[in-house]
T-cell receptor, first 114, second 117 residues
Framework: GDSVTQMEGPVTLSEEAFLTINCTYT??????LFWYVQYPGEGLQLLLK?????DKGSNKGFEATYRKETTSFHLEKGSVQVSDSAVYFC?????????????FGQGTILTVHP | DTGVSQNPRHKITKRGQNVTFRCDPI?????LYWYRQTLGQGPEFLTY????????KSRLLSDRFSAERPKGSFSTLEIQRTEQGDSAMYLC???????????????FGPGTRLTVT
């Protein structure tokens, strides 16, 4: 069935370090792919998306490229800030006859130290 | 646009009691979703409404769970005879019913954290 697998965390970095959070998926066809972020005490927010193969989604310095060949959508940022500390979720639509429900990875906790 | 709101934010209840949560979606969104999130896991889909019609329910949604969206605006999720395994964060999300890609751009509320003792 459809699934999303994220790299195990938590991830701890110093400010200005390079970030990669891996995400791979299994799905029928070529679904849109999403990264959501959850800051402490808040709901999930859409961070970026890509709707087809080779698309690059970007927002707030974060980027992710839809790789059909490797079924991956890794999240990257060149220089993280303390304010990026949050939980990051990779997701895609569940597919089939679904009406738009999302399948999420288990989340990766990112902590950035000054 | 005030975003998706959920009430209450926290609920502590004793096993066997009934609880009800409310979600107010973004006003122009006609799609509404409920998810459940347990510690260390991503959200899991529970059910989905388009306007007032409940179009899909997960197998996670046992007979003790019921959701309504009576006028296509706010929604309620009720859990009857709560069990300790029901302890989780219950998330509500909404989206537009337009382009396929926008359908999946879901806007989440802050969640209701349920603790069953």
């Amino acid at each position: 069935g459809d699934s999303v697998t994220q790299m195990e965390g938590p991830v701890t970095l110093s400010e200005e370090a390079f970030l990669t959070i891996n995400c791979t998926y299994t799905a029928t066809g070529y679904p849109s792919l999403f990264w959501y972020v959850q800051y402490p005490g808040e709901g999930l927010q859409l961070l970026l998306k890509a709707t087809k193969a080779d698309d690059k989604g970007s927002n707030k310095g974060f980027e992710a490229t839809y790789r059909k060949e490797t079924t991956s959508f890794h999240l990257e940022k060149g220089s993280v800030q303390v304010s990026d500390s949050a939980v990051y979720f990779c997701a895609h639509p569940a597919g089939g006859t679904s009406y738009g429900k999302l399948t999420f990875g288990q989340g990766t906790i990112l902590t950035v130290h000054p | 646009d005030t975003g998706v709101s959920q009430n209450p934010r926290h609920k502590i209840t004793k096993r066997g009691q009934n609880v009800t949560f409310r979600c107010d979606p973004i006003s122009e969104h006609n799609r509404l979703y409920w998810y459940r999130q347990t510690l260390g896991q991503g959200p899991e889909f529970l059910t989905y409404f388009q306007n007032e019609a409940q179009l899909e329910k997960s197998r996670l949604l046992s007979d003790r769970f019921s959701a309504e969206r009576p006028k296509g605006s706010f929604s309620t999720l009720e859990i009857q005879r709560t069990e300790q395994g029901d302890s989780a964060m219950y998330l509500c999300a909404s989206s537009r019913n337009s382009l396929a890609s926008e359908r999946y751009e879901q806007y989440f509320g802050p969640g209701t954290r349920l603790t069953v003792t």
